[in-house]
């Protein structure tokens, strides 16, 4: 993947955040973390970007911009194409322990299919995931 300079801070961002929300995790247990992490008033929830939180079945676990999807279980849900994005996700952080995946995303503000990339890193049974900024081109 060639970035531009723009693109690559996105990216460093993103990883920025999901490290953040790591130590916080390790600094201040699950419970707290995840409380912290669904609050939208919560240091996670930026303009760009925000993190969000499955566990190793898949299940949304903190969510603070869309509270409906969290006790959701979502292995299975499907990207615009079909890819079990998720799965893909859950698979990747079981297996390596952090990683990102394009998938592709139905936006409903515009109507249009979009490719979006999430960087994500696992720490005790959770898989803690920052949606990459897109970058205007």
């Known amino acids: 993947f060639s970035a531009t300079p723009k693109e690559a801070a996105a990216v460093a961002r993103a990883v ?3 490290t953040n929300a790591v130590q916080f995790f390790k600094d201040n247990g699950k419970t707290t973390a995840l409380e ?6 919560g240091r996670f ?8 939180a499955y566990d190793t ?3 949304m676990i903190a969510n603070c911009r869309n ?5 959701m279980q979502l292995i299975n849900l499907p990207d615009a194409d079909g890819k ?4 893909a996700i859950v698979d990747m ?5 952090k990683g990102a995946i394009d998938y592709s995303y139905e936006n409903p503000d515009t109507d249009g299919v979009e490719t979006r990339r999430v960087y994500f890193q696992r720490v005790d049974g ?11 081109k």
């Open 16 to 18: 920025n955040t999901v």
């Open 36 to 41: 912290e992490f669904n609050n939208p008033k």
């Open 45 to 52: 929830n930026y303009v760009e970007m925000y993190i969000f």
């Open 57 to 59: 079945n898949g299940t």
């Open 67 to 71: 509270k409906s999807l969290v006790g």
């Open 84 to 87: 079990l994005y998720v799965k």
């Open 93 to 97: 952080a079981k297996a390596r322990g």
């Open 126 to 136: 959770v898989i803690i995931c920052c949606i990459i900024p897109q970058v205007p």
